[in-house]
């Protein structure tokens, strides 16, 4: 085993005396690698403590770049990095905290044609996503490929943990994402961050339990958090472990699949799709033509500006499903028109509308098009 440098036995001095731990588990940390998925909320400390903790080798995938919004919990971040690519910035400033590590940048989104090939050259898999789709996709990556894979989860002011697929004895593996949740939720009816918040911390503490975990994993702990879901609340600082049922879906994974149809996100309807132009919507106002224009944003993003739709946010559609009319064009919107547009498919499937159309483009589109006053978050 490669021997720690007079550096390394300086800077790692306080695990070197913990009881416990000492020169073998930093070895260890030194020839371990762990890929982190998703540099944002829970990718930046989980990334910190691993550079900081000393593991040889880390891998950053992530295809996004820093927004301004991203700065409440993204603490890698400066307003120096706005526009600029989230794995790339990430790099140079953990190069900044240790330069013994060997970062890899993984600049790509992560799919089913990439995922194995790019998960295999690591030890233990982090997911800082925040999606269904990626999360069936690593979780099931991981299955065929045999790897750890350390979960969390972030809304709100709540956080989720837990680590799936572990190796309890030889070929013996623990639970995995799909013996928690055997089928994702219908589109809509889960809002991510983006939509419904998320305190600034919680990412914060979540992550660095991540990397603990990733850790432990790494240096042969007995206590790894396999077979159950910690839960923590940030209000009430308390956390709750529930267990994982055991439904044998590790057998049932033999392939990496298409994970949005999988989850509803993309479906067959979603090439019969009615939508409508701003042009065509601003000619339905001017004639008086009697249709129903519902807004799926958030309250704050429909108070910042909107263009006199009803105001019914994504996760209200399912309880407020009388408030959608049904003798008349129904016409959805969004920001952009992909939340209106999983509404839509939604609705569709699930209560057979007919009469739905959604707006391209969204409000962005109405703002650049028709009406440039209109203010958008």
Not at 11 to 20: E, F, K
Not at 279 to 298: G, H, M, S, Y
Request: charged fraction near 20%; hydrophobic fraction near 35%; proline fraction near 4%.
């Amino acid at each position: 085993m490669e021997k720690l440098s007079h550096e390394e036995l300086k800077r790692y001095s306080r695990h070197l005396v913990l009881p416990g731990f000492g020169v073998n588990n930093q070895n260890k940390l030194k020839t371990g690698s762990v890929l982190v998925v998703g540099a944002g909320g829970l990718g930046c400390p989980a990334l910190l403590y691993l550079a900081a903790g000393g593991v040889g080798t880390i891998g950053i995938v992530d295809d996004d770049v820093i927004d301004l919004s991203n700065l409440q919990r993204q603490i890698l971040y400066t307003i120096d990095d706005i526009g600029k690519p989230k794995a790339i910035q990430a790099k140079e400033k953990l190069l900044k905290l240790n330069p013994n590590v060997n970062f890899v940048v993984h600049k790509t989104f992560i799919n089913r044609e990439n995922a194995l090939t790019i998960l295999e050259g690591y030890d233990v898999i982090i997911d800082g996503t925040d999606n269904f789709p990626t999360r069936y996709l690593l979780n099931d990556a991981c299955v065929l490929l045999n790897k750890p894979l350390v979960y969390g989860a972030i809304l709100k002011y709540e956080g989720q943990l837990s680590v799936f697929n572990y190796e309890i004895s030889s070929q013996s593996y623990s639970a995995n994402y799909r013996d928690l949740f055997p089928n994702p939720p219908a589109p809509g009816t889960t809002p991510n961050c983006e939509e419904i918040g998320v305190i600034g911390v919680l990412p914060g503490i979540i992550g660095t339990m991540q990397a603990n975990e990733a850790i432990k994993i790494l240096t042969g702990s007995t206590d790894v958090l396999y077979n159950s879901l910690l839960l923590y609340d940030s209000t009430t600082g308390t956390t709750e472990k529930v267990s994982i049922p055991n439904r044998n879906s590790r057998e049932s994974i033999k392939e990496l699949i298409d994970y949005e149809y999988f989850c509803g996100e993309k479906t067959n309807q979603a090439l019969e799709m009615k939508e409508i132009s701003v042009q065509e919507l601003q000619a339905l106002k001017e004639n008086n033509v009697k249709f129903q224009l519902i807004d799926v944003r958030e309250p704050y993003e429909y108070e910042t500006g909107n263009i006199g739709a009803i105001n019914i946010p994504m996760s209200e559609i399912p309880h407020q499903l009388d408030s959608i009319s049904t003798d008349c064009q129904v016409i959805f919107h969004c920001k952009s028109g992909n939340r209106s547009a999983k509404m839509i498919q939604w609705v569709e499937k699930n209560h057979g509308h007919a009469n739905l159309y959604n707006l391209t483009g969204g409000i962005k589109a109405w703002v650049e098009e028709i009406d440039d006053s209109i203010e958008i978050d």
